[in-house]
């Protein structure tokens, strides 16, 4: 049961990229099945949080909300601060889906200060990049793209091509809606040259829609 929840706690991350979603929600939710009564708690609460991002991928909010929940709450338990962080972090993002501005900043803001003394920057990168993502849907567009600068630079540092990516996208966002039409086109393009480079096509999709976008608002401004 150990060796299984490790293996799904390395794939967590593959899975959404290369693999099928339901494939790698069932591998999940079969090794969160026989991990029930496992001691490894530390390693079930990173499962949890793997298994909640892929329900909030396949739309499932109902049991993503669930799956965070318990694996945030876990990973205290155990003094797991990093998934701990995560947890939270995922829960921002659930919120500010739903709508919910202020509990998306309560989530994110209890994940950094877990993380405050960490020397991890992927986990800060990620954080820093839901915290830009709550100020952009507020229109605090000066704090967002700051928190995006940061988030990109945390992942170059790392080496994460799919985190930089998404970053990116976001950045893209903000200058469409700001109408800086030219600089949008310029970081979308990044952002999917990047993405080719993973291999990521779900996401490649949604730089290719940014992209007309921005062709579309440069047709209607003719």
């Not at 003094?79 to 947890?87: C, F, S």
């Not at 820093?128 to 793209?145: M, P, T, V, Y």
């Not at 393009?189 to 779900?202: I, K, M, N, P």
């Amino acid at each position: 049961v150990e060796l299984a929840l490790r293996l799904a706690s390395a794939l967590s991350g593959f899975l959404p990229v290369r693999g099928s979603l339901s494939e790698g929600h069932n591998w999940l939710e079969e090794v969160l099945a026989l991990s029930e009564e496992s001691p490894a708690l530390a390693l079930r609460a990173k499962v949890l949080y793997a298994s909640g991002s892929m329900a909030q991928m396949r739309n499932d909010l109902t049991l993503a909300r669930s799956r965070q929940e318990e694996s945030r709450k876990l990973a205290a338990q155990v003094g797991e601060r990093r998934t701990q962080a995560l947890a939270c972090g995922a829960l921002a993002m659930l919120e500010l889906y739903l709508g919910n501005d202020e509990a998306a900043r309560r989530f994110a803001e209890a994940g950094s200060v877990l993380l405050k003394e960490s020397d991890d920057r992927w986990a800060r990168g990620t954080l820093h990049s839901i915290h830009g993502q709550i100020e952009s849907r507020l229109c605090n567009f000066e704090k967002a793209r700051t928190r995006f600068h940061v988030s990109l630079m945390l992942l170059r540092e790392v080496g994460d091509l799919n985190g930089q990516a998404s970053v990116q996208v976001h950045l893209g966002n903000i200058m469409r809606l700001q109408g800086k039409l030219k600089t949008a086109h310029f970081l979308y393009t990044r952002a999917l040259a990047l993405l080719q480079e993973s291999g990521d096509r779900w996401s490649q999709s949604i730089c290719l829609t940014g992209i007309e976008i921005g062709r579309a608002s440069c047709r209607e401004r003719v």
